[in-house]
């Protein structure tokens, strides 16, 4: 509370400031003098302290104020409280709920920020959707509608209903910007709804366990200005009679999922804005018809994902992706669907951008021998994959057991590039999964190595 303590000083200096200087200004009817009756509270105070020159102030000890009239914390302006709260994490529900409770004021100037990133559980979900939307139809609109720019629907799957849905994303729709929706209760109408939120740059739908349409989530999410993320329902469904498909406009990063069938892969017509690019869980695309839309966004992808569960694909299917997508910084691909031809030389091109290589793998018996850290160490010696500065590799792939001294040097050659340009944060990473916010360094089990030798 440091700087809370320098603010209400400086503030209560320049109050006793202005205070003591009116006490020495004469009324306008008397002469005016250079010094002040003798009796004056603030003559007493200059002769204690002094002759003081007309350039000069009083010092800080002898301005201090006395104790009893310091401000209260309480009632700091509403400007500074803001100040204060923009210091809170958004997304720090809590801490925000207790700063509602000191006061009025700072319950009106925090109700904004609380409300921007609810926390929505199974045990507050039927309250939250009643506060935003209360039931009737002759009812004022919440006030608190408009200050939604989140809803995470996530953990709910048998608290809702379609309808309850659709209601809270229309009261939402004014200010809306990312929505991920519930595993259960998403029908039509809550699409439908979705088609209404006209600020909504993040479209999650990757929970969803119904069937979906991709014509009908087409016709409702195509005309969305701000759409930037989308991804797929796992349960979407094309019957192939559509060759055409329009994509919001501004839409940078796609995620493809569900039954979407090659002909979809084929005909439709990549957006200009795409950068990232995510294939899982497509049981029934080929990897001729993946090729095919790598082809057509080759010259614009920066990061591409390829990850299980795509039964169609060969073992080998995407040794060429470093020469189908030229530009590719970030690549995260299952060693399923690779080999160690990757990293060769007709397959690597001498000063390809790749900077993040992420080896991910399903556990199938036998995956795990197909690319080991020198794969990828005689393509970074060569200069072929000059600028990788990260490998980050599945612990379903064994190197901790099975290679031990090729990821020891491989990560040391990585962090020796690195140095050489000034860069940090090189090396080789051990995860467990792609869900864990926690990444196990490498070097974290490696030290000491040499010594075991």
Known sequence: MYWYEVLMYEMSRKKLLSQTR?????PLDQPQSSNPPADHPAAMRIFE???????????????????????????????VICLILDFIPPRAQKRLARVCLISRQWYIAAIPYLYRYPIITPANYTKFVTTISPSGIHVKPSRFAGLVKRIDLSC???????????????RAQGS?????????????????????????????????????????????????????????????????????FYWPPRLKYISLAGG????????????????????????????????????KASHQLTVLS??????????????????ICPHLEKLTIAVDYVSAHLFEEENSPAGHPLRWLNLDSSGNPGVEKKITPDDIFIAVAEERLSELRVVRARKK??????????????????????????????GVWIFENDYSSQCEAFKGWWNGFGEEE
């Open 22 to 26: 009116l006490s020495l200004n004469p």
């Open 156 to 170: 709910i799957v048998h608290e809702s209903r379609p309808s309850l849905l659709a209601r809270l994303l229309r």
């Open 397 to 426: 792939l064994g190197w901790e057991e099975n290679s031990k001294r090729m990821v020891v040097d491989l990560n040391e050659l990585l962090e020796t590039r690195a140095e050489e340009k000034g860069e940090t944060g090189a």
């Open 49 to 79: 302290l002094g002759t003081l020159n007309s350039q000069e102030e009083l010092s800080i000890l002898d301005t201090t104020p006395p104790a009893s009239t310091k401000p209260s914390f309480l009632s700091l302006p509403s400007e």
């Open 176 to 244: 809306l910007e990312e929505f991920v929706a519930p595993q259960t209760a998403f029908g039509y109408i809550a699409l439908v709804a979705i088609g209404h939120c006209q600020q909504l740059r993040l479209l999650d739908l990757s929970l969803v366990s119904q069937s979906i349409e991709l014509e009908t989530l087409f016709r409702h999410i195509q005309d969305l200005p701000h759409l930037v993320t989308l991804y797929f329902p796992p349960s979407s469904v094309s019957d192939g009679s559509k060759l055409a």
């Open 306 to 323: 390829i990850n299980y569960y795509i039964p169609c694909l060969g073992f080998n299917a995407f040794d060429k992706v470093l020469i």
């Open 260 to 295: 979407i069938e090659n002909s979809f892969l084929t005909n439709t017509c990549v957006p200009s804005t795409l950068h990232e690019l995510q294939i899982a869980h497509c049981p029934f695309v080929k990897d001729s018809s993946i090729k095919h839309l790598l082809n």
